[in-house]
């Protein structure tokens, strides 16, 4: 088992210039200061991070940029999703080679998937390809239009998934955050992502959240 993440962990931006390009600089005093405030970790090329809209090689170079500026002082999670899992296979092996804590992926979106089983059919084509590195499956039909129910879906998992580690649950049904947290006396570490439910989320037990 996996140790859980807790505190507040940081969506983290990707700084860029003016005409688009990437502002790599800027991650190390972004990182120090957040560390300062107390942050716990990172979790990158996320939506926030616009991950889904950069290059693969963007991407790549914005992982190994906190990385380094975290120098281990906090985990880093690294947002692999894309809707080619060829593409995101191999950027959960870029993370794994340079030292990411964690990796997470929303499921594949453009096409959208029929069932639960051929939606950890994709996850296990990423999670395959970064087999010592955590993985958190990231929960946002908001935005993925994908919402199987959570609780079915980690419990088809957990034995298809060997790096599963927990779920990054952006969505405001608590009831069913609560469920996955009370999952098997708190085997998974269940992060809560919708920030304007987040007094309520703490209100039943959440210990962490992004």
Known sequence: ?????????????????ADGSLNLDAIEPMTEFLINEGITGFYVCGWTGEGPLLTFEERKAVAIAYITAAKGRIPIIVHVGHDSLALAAEQAAHAQSIGADAIAAIPPTYFGVASED???????????????????YYHIPRLTGVSFDVLSLLQKSEERLPTLAGIKYTAPTVSEFQSLLNYKDGKYTVLFGTDEMLSSALSIGAYGAI
Not at 1 to 17: R, S, V
Not at 118 to 123: A, H, M, N, S
């Open 1 to 17: 088992m996996q140790p859980k993440l807790i505190g507040l962990i940081a969506a983290a931006f990707t700084p860029m210039h």
């Open 118 to 136: 051929i939606l950890i059919e994709c996850l296990l084509k990423i999670t395959s390809a970064a087999p010592n590195t955590p993985f958190y």
